[in-house]
């Protein structure tokens, strides 16, 4: 049984790519930080329904106490499926943004990806197989009015999805990112109305979790073992 580490793993893309991986036959570790109550939730439901689950608790922009987590858990055996979904949003036009929300988002998306990330490497390496796939945005791709940050924090993952991936492909592990559009979770509903949807998605409505966690079981799949480096959007046609 392979071994899934899901950052973010309580919202609402994180909780449908826990579950399809548990599906997939995975072990899956649900990451949370505030929403630990949730991740353990999840994984309750998950083992209940014949899954194999369990939640971790740290903050991924803390090294030292991701390191004291994620360490003992690749000490025998490698972490070989791993998703960066955690990233927060904090926006504001950038004239009128303060620095800690700058700095902030920075941190979650691309000081968190690091963290989390190098220390499952070298096992990952020595079991020459994996996958690393990260969650961006849209935004990292076109940027977005009073996203600059979170904008730019997607824009460094998605190069760092490219470099990774020319390091760790002869170690037959790939990296690649997903760039999802908007998709239909509790913090899209307050920013997007359907009438907004229908003008900003050709295809007049807003994707679902379900969907970005279908194209992740894909990628986190053997049948995906020559995709790597690529940055994939999911967005219903907007670009």
Same mark, same amino acid.
């Given at each position: 049984?392979?071994?899934?580490?899901?950052?973010?793993?309580?919202?609402?893309?994180?909780? %449908? !790519?826990?579950?399809? #991986?548990?599906? $997939?036959?995975?072990?899956?570790?649900?990451?949370? =930080?505030? /929403? @630990?109550?949730?991740?353990?939730?999840?994984?309750?439901?998950?083992?209940?329904?014949?899954?194999?689950?369990?939640?971790?608790?740290?903050?991924?922009?803390?090294?030292?106490?991701?390191? %004291? !987590?994620?360490?003992? #858990?690749?000490? $025998?055996?490698?972490?070989?499926?791993?998703?960066? =979904?955690? /990233? @927060?949003?904090?926006?504001?036009?950038?004239?009128?943004?303060?620095?800690?929300?700058?700095?902030?988002?920075?941190?979650?998306?691309?000081?968190?990806?690091?963290?989390?990330?190098?220390?499952?490497?070298?096992?990952?390496?020595?079991?020459?197989?994996?996958?690393?796939?990260?969650?961006?945005?849209?935004?990292?791709?076109?940027?977005?009015?009073?996203?600059?940050?979170?904008?730019?924090?997607?824009?460094?993952?998605?190069?760092?999805t490219k470099s990774?991936?020319?390091?760790v492909a002869s170690?037959?592990?790939?990296?690649?990112?997903?760039?999802?559009?908007?998709?239909?979770?509790?913090?899209?509903e307050s920013a997007?109305?359907?009438?907004?949807?229908?003008?900003?998605?050709?295809?007049?409505?807003?994707?679902?979790?379900?969907?970005?966690?279908?194209?992740?079981?894909?990628?986190?799949?053997?049948?995906?073992?020559?995709?790597?480096?690529?940055?994939?959007?999911?967005?219903?046609?907007?670009?």
């Amino acid at each position: 049984m392979k071994r899934a580490l899901v950052t973010g793993g309580s919202g609402g893309i994180g909780a %449908a !790519i826990s579950r399809r #991986l548990a599906a $997939d036959g995975c072990h899956v570790y649900i990451h949370a =930080n505030q /929403g @630990i109550a949730a991740a353990q939730q999840l994984a309750a439901e998950i083992c209940a329904a014949g899954g194999s689950a369990e939640a971790l608790q740290f903050d991924v922009t803390d090294s030292a106490a991701v390191s %004291a !987590i994620l360490g003992p #858990l690749v000490e $025998d055996e490698p972490i070989q499926i791993l998703v960066n =979904n955690a /990233g @927060i949003h904090d926006d504001a036009v950038f004239p009128g943004m303060r620095p800690e929300q700058w700095h902030r988002v920075i941190d979650v998306s691309v000081n968190g990806f690091f963290n989390v990330t190098q220390p499952l490497m070298m096992p990952m390496i020595r079991s020459r197989w994996g996958r690393i796939i990260n969650v961006s945005s849209i935004a990292g791709i076109t940027g977005n009015r009073g996203q600059t940050n979170y904008s730019a924090a997607k824009g460094a993952l998605n190069a760092a999805t490219k470099s990774l991936s020319q390091e760790v492909a002869s170690r037959g592990i790939t990296v690649n990112a997903v760039a999802p559009g908007i998709i239909d979770t509790a913090m899209s509903e307050s920013a997007f109305d359907a009438q907004a949807i229908a003008h900003m998605v050709p295809m007049k409505r807003a994707g679902t979790p379900t969907e970005v966690a279908d194209l992740i079981s894909f990628l986190a799949s053997t049948q995906a073992t020559y995709i790597t480096g690529q940055i994939i959007s999911i967005n219903g046609g907007m670009i």
